[in-house]
């Protein structure tokens, strides 16, 4: 402890000098929030990304959606829409909506009315009809409604009046409102959408964005920061800063010292060897939460060797799990078994598939034809994130296991924004990478990551797609009995142990830490981040 506390005063004095220029005054004023980010944002709309990354940065602060999750009462809550009514073969569902909502007033912008049914419809229709003027724009696919099966499901959007809108599926889905509370279902401005086309401007939509949130856009310098200023006309209580300000660095140690040096007020994901040091420390306040989440290391299935499910299944034999526990989660996590987290009502794990057996593995090798193994690249993701503190490291500790059993691994990685394009595109052999839950439903773990839909839109990365494991899926959420739904999602977790299209690692504690002086800061347990709320507190000392 003395030599890392000796390290860190060592960089906290060259941080000092060279490596953070201090923060401009408007930044650290009493009325900003500076939060430590760990990566750019891929886009400004979460409709199109999956990025844990780019949904903390934009989706609960820019934008709502119809109806909320309450994790502690465990279920949906009121936002945009006030209430909703389920027809009773559970076909329709109709949801009125607030009717003084006002969306962002920005330089480029001036909304003329509230937010209304028009704006839901137009916000449901970019992603659902291929003949929306909006569909293409930005050119990035909607990979969560499409992997989550939302766009086959939904029949039509219609406004019904003003401020009530109906939604019509094509069959009964019991996670049909659990995905509509995700952070992906956000709500866009059809007026602004409109102004943008008239000005042959679609693209800005995504990257100068308007949305009802508590925070609106001000300015983005990549690799730098991004600033939201205060939403002055929002539904809610307006947000307790005037100003955030997300400082971006990708160095997991840099955040950190960022944070002790008062250059930011919030760091997420701080270094898992860091833990209990900063637990310790006075001024720093540490959160931590049992968060619904899973790192894996998936196979491309699209890909010889990993093709074979023998050639998978020995992998995942070959890799000591109990040893990356201690070595890169320093024991804040425990050993998943499948990759469904434990603590969901229909996990069943199957930690027989996916022991660390080495003989297993050489022989099982053998068997796919494989008696002196064979050479592969491991991608490793760059950013910290709640399920994987150290990929890098995981990735090192996978290497010298896999090298005892007679495969030769190379180490792969990028930065974020090309990372994920590359991986989308299927130009990996595997990878380590991982999954936090929207919504406490089960489905959140299957189809965005494993249907045969999830891997059109890229966002399988396993690459597999297998007929008899999306009919066990579909079978789960026809049902609103969850002891049927129970018995299908087993069945589906036996099949992934058989299959093995990856290996579930870890499921991660999730920790966040801040100055002491941040007040209203609470830690979601099924991932994002809510700051509208919280606000630096005003030094008890200072003149008024």
């Not at 024991?331 to 987290?341: E, G, W």
Request: negative net charge; aromatic residues 10%; contains cysteine.
């Amino acid at each position: 402890m003395n030599k890392l506390i000796k390290y860190l005063s060592a960089s906290i004095a060259l941080l000092t000098v060279s490596a953070c220029s201090p923060a401009p005054e408007t930044e650290q004023s009493l009325n900003g929030l500076l939060y430590c980010a760990e990566g750019n944002p891929e886009s400004f709309n979460p409709q199109l990304v999956t990025s844990g990354t780019t949904l903390d940065m934009t989706a609960a602060q820019l934008y709502d959606r119809l109806i909320e999750f309450d994790a502690d009462n465990q279920q949906f809550t009121a936002a945009l829409a006030t209430s909703w009514e389920i027809s009773n073969d559970g076909l329709s569902y109709r949801f009125q909506l607030r009717d003084d909502v006002q969306f962002h007033s920005t330089d480029w912008f001036q909304p003329s009315r509230v937010m209304n049914a028009a704006d839901v419809v137009f916000s449901f229709e970019r992603w659902l009809n291929s003949e929306h003027p909006y569909h293409h724009v930005s050119g990035r696919g909607y990979p969560f409604f499409s992997a989550s099966g939302l766009t086959q499901l939904i029949q039509s959007v219609r406004a019904i009046d003003e401020y009530l809108v109906e939604i019509r599926i094509y069959k009964q889905d019991s996670s049909f409102l659990a995905n509509l509370a995700s952070d992906f279902a956000i709500i866009l401005s059809a007026e602004y959408g409109q102004q943008l086309l008239t000005n042959n401007q679609a693209e800005l939509i995504d990257t100068q964005p308007i949305g009802t949130g508590p925070f609106q856009f001000s300015q983005f310098r990549k690799d730098v920061l991004v600033r939201y200023l205060r939403h002055p006309n929002y539904w809610r209580e307006i947000a307790a800063s005037e100003q955030l300000v997300f400082r971006i660095a990708q160095s997991d140690h840099k955040r950190m010292l960022m944070l002790l040096t008062q250059d930011c007020d919030i760091s997420p994901y701080p270094p898992a060897k860091d833990i209990q040091w900063l637990r310790d420390k006075p001024d720093i306040n540490l959160q931590d939460t049992i968060s619904p989440n899973t790192a894996f290391w998936a196979f491309n299935t699209d890909r010889p060797p990993f093709d074979d499910p023998l050639v998978r299944q020995a992998l995942a034999h070959a890799v000591n799990r109990n040893a990356i526990l201690n070595t890169v989660y320093f024991d804040h996590a425990v050993r998943a078994d499948s990759i469904l987290p434990n603590t969901s009502w229909a996990h069943h794990g199957t930690p027989s598939a996916y022991r660390y057996d080495p003989e297993k593995a050489r022989e099982l090798l053998r068997e796919a034809g494989y008696p002196n193994g064979f050479s592969m690249q491991i991608w490793a993701l760059p950013v910290q994130r709640a399920y994987n503190p150290n990929a890098r490291l995981m990735a090192e500790r996978i290497q010298a296991d896999l090298s005892a059993v007679g495969v030769q691994a190379g180490i792969v990685s990028y930065e974020w924004s090309t990372f994920r394009r590359r991986l989308a595109d299927g130009e990996h052999d595997s990878v380590l990478i991982g999954w936090s839950a929207d919504h406490a439903d089960p489905d959140n773990f299957f189809r965005p990551l494993l249907s045969c839909a999830a891997k059109q839109s890229g966002n399988n990365r396993a690459q597999w797609c297998d007929p008899m494991f999306d009919e066990l899926l579909s079978a789960a959420i026809s049902s609103n009995d969850p002891e049927v739904r129970k018995a299908y999602y087993r069945q589906a977790q036996e099949h992934l142990a058989l299959e093995v299209p990856l290996l579930p690692i870890a499921h991660s504690v999730r920790f966040q830490a801040a100055r002491d002086n941040i007040i209203g800061l609470e830690l979601e347990p099924f991932g994002g981040i809510q700051l509208r709320k919280v606000s630096r507190q005003k030094p008890a000392n200072e003149e008024q």
